[in-house]
Protein backbone atom coordinates (compact mmCIF):
# COMPACT_ATOMS: atom_id res chain seq x y z
CA UNK A 1 0.00 0.00 0.00
CA UNK A 2 2.90 2.30 1.27
CA UNK A 3 4.64 1.70 -2.43
CA UNK A 4 1.23 2.00 -4.71
CA UNK A 5 -0.13 5.49 -2.96
CA UNK A 6 3.43 6.71 -3.45
CA UNK A 7 3.85 6.04 -7.33
CA UNK A 8 0.13 7.71 -7.72
CA UNK A 9 1.89 10.89 -5.26
CA UNK A 10 4.88 10.80 -7.73
CA UNK A 11 2.87 10.68 -11.21
CA UNK A 12 0.40 13.14 -10.36
CA UNK A 13 3.26 15.38 -9.50
CA UNK A 14 5.17 14.64 -12.37
CA UNK A 15 2.08 15.54 -14.42
CA UNK A 16 1.66 18.77 -12.49
CA UNK A 17 5.08 19.19 -13.88
CA UNK A 18 4.41 18.43 -17.14
CA UNK A 19 1.31 20.67 -17.59
CA UNK A 20 3.12 24.02 -16.10
CA UNK A 21 6.35 23.44 -18.65
CA UNK A 22 3.89 23.29 -21.54
CA UNK A 23 1.74 26.13 -20.49
CA UNK A 24 4.85 27.63 -20.04
CA UNK A 25 6.26 26.84 -23.34
CA UNK A 26 3.04 27.88 -25.17
CA UNK A 27 2.60 30.97 -23.85
CA UNK A 28 5.84 32.07 -24.44
CA UNK A 29 5.09 30.88 -28.27
CA UNK A 30 2.69 33.32 -28.65
CA UNK A 31 3.78 36.24 -27.19
CA UNK A 32 7.02 35.77 -29.58
CA UNK A 33 4.34 34.57 -32.11
CA UNK A 34 7.10 31.97 -33.32
CA UNK A 35 6.76 28.12 -33.07
CA UNK A 36 10.22 27.74 -33.12
CA UNK A 37 11.61 28.59 -29.13
CA UNK A 38 14.97 26.34 -29.69
CA UNK A 39 16.53 24.57 -32.34
CA UNK A 40 15.43 21.43 -30.25
CA UNK A 41 11.28 22.18 -31.49
CA UNK A 42 12.13 21.76 -34.83
CA UNK A 43 15.75 21.18 -36.09
CA UNK A 44 15.30 21.28 -39.71
CA UNK A 45 12.56 24.41 -39.40
CA UNK A 46 15.23 25.98 -37.31
CA UNK A 47 18.22 25.27 -39.70
CA UNK A 48 16.62 26.88 -42.43
CA UNK A 49 15.59 30.15 -40.32
CA UNK A 50 18.91 30.86 -39.42
CA UNK A 51 20.00 30.20 -43.28
CA UNK A 52 17.43 32.58 -44.41
CA UNK A 53 18.19 34.87 -41.08
CA UNK A 54 21.90 34.91 -42.37
CA UNK A 55 20.90 35.43 -46.13
CA UNK A 56 18.43 38.79 -44.90
CA UNK A 57 20.68 40.57 -42.98
CA UNK A 58 23.47 40.37 -45.70
CA UNK A 59 21.12 41.89 -47.86
CA UNK A 60 19.93 44.25 -45.94
CA UNK A 61 23.75 45.22 -45.79
CA UNK A 62 23.91 45.48 -49.42
CA UNK A 63 20.67 47.81 -49.61
CA UNK A 64 21.99 50.04 -46.86
CA UNK A 65 25.48 50.28 -49.58
CA UNK A 66 23.67 50.96 -52.47
CA UNK A 67 21.31 53.58 -50.71
CA UNK A 68 24.29 55.19 -49.08
CA UNK A 69 26.07 55.45 -53.21
CA UNK A 70 22.66 56.57 -54.58
CA UNK A 71 22.96 59.39 -51.94
CA UNK A 72 26.44 59.99 -52.59
CA UNK A 73 26.40 59.96 -56.55
CA UNK A 74 23.20 62.40 -56.49
CA UNK A 75 25.28 64.56 -54.25
CA UNK A 76 28.20 64.65 -56.14
CA UNK A 77 26.47 64.84 -59.46
CA UNK A 78 24.38 68.09 -57.79
CA UNK A 79 28.36 69.98 -57.03
CA UNK A 80 29.67 68.97 -60.76
CA UNK A 81 26.08 70.31 -62.36
CA UNK A 82 27.04 73.52 -60.52
CA UNK A 83 30.20 73.88 -61.86
CA UNK A 84 29.03 73.29 -65.70
CA UNK A 85 26.86 76.25 -65.11
CA UNK A 86 29.62 78.20 -63.41
CA UNK A 87 32.23 77.17 -66.71
CA UNK A 88 29.01 78.34 -68.90
CA UNK A 89 29.19 81.67 -68.03
CA UNK A 90 32.95 81.55 -67.51
CA UNK A 91 32.61 80.83 -71.85
CA UNK A 92 30.39 83.46 -72.01
CA UNK A 93 32.68 86.04 -70.10
CA UNK A 94 35.89 84.55 -72.51
CA UNK A 95 34.18 84.98 -75.26
CA UNK A 96 32.58 88.71 -74.97
CA UNK A 97 35.93 89.25 -73.30
CA UNK A 98 37.58 89.02 -76.74
CA UNK A 99 35.74 91.19 -78.07
CA UNK A 100 37.99 94.58 -79.19
CA UNK A 101 35.28 97.46 -78.67
CA UNK A 102 35.86 96.71 -75.02
CA UNK A 103 37.56 99.32 -72.86
CA UNK A 104 40.33 98.45 -70.44
CA UNK A 105 37.59 99.21 -67.48
CA UNK A 106 34.95 96.78 -69.52
CA UNK A 107 38.00 93.83 -69.47
CA UNK A 108 38.99 94.49 -65.94
CA UNK A 109 35.27 94.07 -64.59
CA UNK A 110 34.81 90.87 -66.64
CA UNK A 111 38.42 90.10 -64.73
CA UNK A 112 36.49 90.69 -61.31
CA UNK A 113 33.70 88.82 -62.67
CA UNK A 114 35.86 85.82 -63.64
CA UNK A 115 37.64 85.74 -60.09
CA UNK A 116 34.84 85.31 -58.37
CA UNK A 117 33.45 82.75 -60.42
CA UNK A 118 36.99 81.24 -60.01
CA UNK A 119 37.04 80.66 -55.57
CA UNK A 120 32.92 79.92 -56.53
CA UNK A 121 34.54 76.92 -58.54
CA UNK A 122 37.05 75.79 -56.09
CA UNK A 123 35.06 75.87 -53.21
CA UNK A 124 32.49 73.73 -54.95
CA UNK A 125 35.89 71.45 -55.54
CA UNK A 126 36.10 71.75 -51.61
CA UNK A 127 33.03 70.54 -51.13
CA UNK A 128 31.98 67.72 -47.96
CA UNK A 129 28.96 65.33 -47.32
CA UNK A 130 27.09 65.19 -44.64
CA UNK A 131 29.35 63.45 -42.44
CA UNK A 132 32.35 66.62 -43.14
CA UNK A 133 34.37 64.60 -45.64
CA UNK A 134 35.29 66.03 -48.85
CA UNK A 135 33.86 64.12 -51.78
CA UNK A 136 35.95 64.82 -54.86
CA UNK A 137 39.82 63.99 -52.48
CA UNK A 138 40.14 60.50 -52.99
CA UNK A 139 40.43 58.55 -50.13
CA UNK A 140 42.41 61.23 -48.22
CA UNK A 141 38.81 62.58 -47.27
CA UNK A 142 39.71 64.83 -44.53
CA UNK A 143 42.28 66.68 -47.15
CA UNK A 144 40.62 69.70 -49.23
CA UNK A 145 41.46 68.92 -52.67
CA UNK A 146 42.29 72.16 -54.26
CA UNK A 147 44.55 74.24 -52.00
CA UNK A 148 47.58 76.70 -53.13
CA UNK A 149 51.03 76.19 -53.06
CA UNK A 150 53.84 79.03 -52.22
CA UNK A 151 53.90 80.75 -55.84
CA UNK A 152 49.82 81.23 -55.74
CA UNK A 153 48.99 78.12 -58.23
CA UNK A 154 45.87 75.72 -57.23
CA UNK A 155 47.28 72.19 -56.58
CA UNK A 156 45.45 68.61 -55.94
CA UNK A 157 46.38 67.98 -52.76
CA UNK A 158 44.27 64.32 -52.33
CA UNK A 159 45.07 60.93 -53.68
CA UNK A 160 44.37 59.09 -56.74
CA UNK A 161 42.58 56.10 -54.69
CA UNK A 162 38.90 54.78 -55.69
CA UNK A 163 36.85 53.82 -53.21
CA UNK A 164 34.81 50.36 -53.99
CA UNK A 165 31.47 49.34 -52.18
CA UNK A 166 30.32 45.63 -52.54
CA UNK A 167 26.17 46.28 -53.76
CA UNK A 168 25.20 42.58 -53.93
CA UNK A 169 27.55 38.97 -53.21
CA UNK A 170 29.84 39.04 -56.21
CA UNK A 171 29.41 43.12 -57.34
CA UNK A 172 31.58 46.12 -56.39
CA UNK A 173 30.94 49.47 -58.13
CA UNK A 174 33.54 52.64 -57.83
CA UNK A 175 32.18 55.13 -54.88
CA UNK A 176 33.63 58.36 -55.86
CA UNK A 177 35.30 61.05 -58.39
CA UNK A 178 38.94 62.96 -57.88
CA UNK A 179 39.04 66.20 -58.74
CA UNK A 180 42.13 64.81 -60.19
CA UNK A 181 40.25 62.82 -62.97
CA UNK A 182 38.19 65.40 -64.29
CA UNK A 183 39.96 68.77 -63.49
CA UNK A 184 43.78 68.06 -63.28
CA UNK A 185 44.02 64.87 -65.72
CA UNK A 186 43.22 66.87 -69.14
CA UNK A 187 45.23 67.58 -72.09
CA UNK A 188 45.16 71.16 -71.51
CA UNK A 189 45.92 73.31 -68.37
CA UNK A 190 43.43 72.94 -65.58
CA UNK A 191 40.83 74.87 -65.44
CA UNK A 192 41.26 76.56 -62.12
CA UNK A 193 44.89 78.11 -63.00
CA UNK A 194 44.38 78.99 -66.52
CA UNK A 195 41.68 80.68 -65.19
CA UNK A 196 44.17 82.61 -63.25
CA UNK A 197 46.10 82.98 -66.56
CA UNK A 198 43.18 84.51 -68.37
CA UNK A 199 42.48 86.68 -65.16
CA UNK A 200 46.06 88.36 -65.56
CA UNK A 201 45.38 89.16 -69.32
CA UNK A 202 42.14 90.72 -68.73
CA UNK A 203 44.21 93.33 -66.34
CA UNK A 204 46.89 93.78 -67.83
CA UNK A 205 46.31 97.09 -69.59
CA UNK A 206 48.96 96.85 -71.92
CA UNK A 207 47.30 93.89 -73.13
CA UNK A 208 44.08 93.96 -75.91
CA UNK A 209 42.33 91.52 -78.34
CA UNK A 210 44.23 91.20 -81.19
CA UNK A 211 47.27 91.14 -79.59
CA UNK A 212 49.21 87.45 -79.87
CA UNK A 213 49.83 86.94 -75.89
CA UNK A 214 46.09 87.90 -75.23
CA UNK A 215 44.36 85.82 -78.15
CA UNK A 216 46.70 83.10 -76.88
CA UNK A 217 45.32 83.19 -73.55
CA UNK A 218 41.70 83.59 -74.60
CA UNK A 219 42.42 80.63 -76.61
CA UNK A 220 44.21 78.31 -74.23
CA UNK A 221 41.17 79.57 -71.45
CA UNK A 222 38.34 78.11 -74.21
CA UNK A 223 40.48 74.83 -74.72
CA UNK A 224 40.73 74.23 -70.83
CA UNK A 225 37.01 74.86 -70.49
CA UNK A 226 36.09 72.66 -73.50
CA UNK A 227 38.30 70.03 -72.23
CA UNK A 228 36.67 70.00 -68.54
CA UNK A 229 33.54 70.15 -69.28
CA UNK A 230 33.89 67.11 -71.22
CA UNK A 231 35.62 65.51 -68.26
CA UNK A 232 32.95 66.78 -65.82
CA UNK A 233 30.12 66.04 -68.50
CA UNK A 234 31.75 62.03 -68.69
CA UNK A 235 31.65 61.81 -64.78
CA UNK A 236 28.14 62.71 -64.44
CA UNK A 237 27.00 60.27 -67.17
CA UNK A 238 28.89 57.94 -65.65
CA UNK A 239 27.48 58.57 -62.63
CA UNK A 240 23.61 58.64 -64.11
CA UNK A 241 24.44 55.08 -65.12
CA UNK A 242 25.61 53.99 -61.80
CA UNK A 243 22.47 55.18 -60.54
CA UNK A 244 20.46 53.41 -63.18
CA UNK A 245 22.10 50.05 -62.21
CA UNK A 246 21.93 50.87 -57.92
CA UNK A 247 17.92 51.43 -58.73
CA UNK A 248 18.00 48.04 -60.47
CA UNK A 249 19.66 46.25 -57.62
CA UNK A 250 18.08 48.06 -55.01
CA UNK A 251 14.60 46.52 -56.17
CA UNK A 252 16.49 43.07 -55.80
CA UNK A 253 17.14 43.62 -52.51
CA UNK A 254 14.34 44.52 -51.51
CA UNK A 255 12.23 41.68 -53.12
CA UNK A 256 14.79 39.22 -51.98
CA UNK A 257 14.92 40.56 -48.10
CA UNK A 258 10.92 40.43 -48.77
CA UNK A 259 11.15 36.87 -49.60
CA UNK A 260 13.52 35.71 -46.82
CA UNK A 261 10.50 37.21 -44.63
CA UNK A 262 8.09 35.09 -45.92
CA UNK A 263 10.11 31.84 -45.71
CA UNK A 264 10.54 32.88 -42.24
CA UNK A 265 7.17 33.23 -41.35
CA UNK A 266 6.02 30.40 -43.14
CA UNK A 267 8.26 27.87 -41.03
CA UNK A 268 8.06 29.36 -37.39
CA UNK A 269 4.91 31.56 -37.69
CA UNK A 270 3.13 30.54 -34.91
CA UNK A 271 -0.95 29.35 -35.63
CA UNK A 272 -2.51 30.98 -33.09
CA UNK A 273 -5.77 29.52 -33.32
CA UNK A 274 -3.96 26.03 -32.75
CA UNK A 275 -1.86 26.93 -30.08
CA UNK A 276 -5.17 29.01 -27.92
CA UNK A 277 -6.78 25.54 -28.08
CA UNK A 278 -3.63 23.71 -26.92
CA UNK A 279 -3.32 26.12 -24.18
CA UNK A 280 -6.80 26.06 -23.02
CA UNK A 281 -6.92 22.16 -23.15
CA UNK A 282 -3.25 22.53 -21.48
CA UNK A 283 -4.78 24.86 -19.03
CA UNK A 284 -7.85 22.61 -18.28
CA UNK A 285 -5.63 20.04 -17.80
CA UNK A 286 -3.36 21.40 -15.47
CA UNK A 287 -6.35 22.29 -13.24
CA UNK A 288 -7.58 18.89 -12.93
CA UNK A 289 -4.06 17.57 -12.47
CA UNK A 290 -4.09 20.42 -9.17
CA UNK A 291 -7.14 19.04 -7.87
CA UNK A 292 -6.18 15.62 -8.40
CA UNK A 293 -2.81 16.12 -6.66
CA UNK A 294 -4.26 17.91 -3.70
CA UNK A 295 -6.95 15.01 -3.06
CA UNK A 296 -4.15 12.16 -3.43
CA UNK A 297 -1.44 14.45 -1.15
CA UNK A 298 -3.95 13.99 1.76
CA UNK A 299 -4.55 10.40 1.62
CA UNK A 300 -3.41 8.21 4.21
CA UNK A 301 -3.99 5.08 5.68
CA UNK A 302 -6.39 6.47 8.54
CA UNK A 303 -8.62 7.59 5.49
CA UNK A 304 -9.35 3.69 4.96
CA UNK A 305 -10.04 2.87 8.71
Same mark, same amino acid.
Given at each position: ???????????????????????????? #?????????????????????????? @????????????????? %??????????? #??????????????????????????????????????????????????????????? +?????????? =????????????????? %?????? /?????????????????????? +?????????????? @?? /????????????? @? @???????????? #?????????????????????????????? =?????????????????????????????????????
Amino acid at each position: MRVSMHNLYANNLQSLQNSTVDIARLNE #MMATASSILRPSDDPIGAVKVMGNER @DMAATEQYLKNTESLSA %SFGRAETYMSS #MVELQNRMREITVSASNGSLSTEDRQAYAAELEELLESFADVLNAKDDGGNYLFSGNKT +DTAPIGKDAA =GNYVYQGDNSHREVQTS %SSSWMT /ANSTAADFIFSNGSADILNQTQ +DFIAALEDPALAPG @DT /AFAQASGDMLASL @D @DTLTSIGAAITD #MGGKQNTLSLVQGSHEERVLFNKEVIGETE =GLDYAQASAEFNLKLTTLKVTQQTFVQVSQLTLFNHI
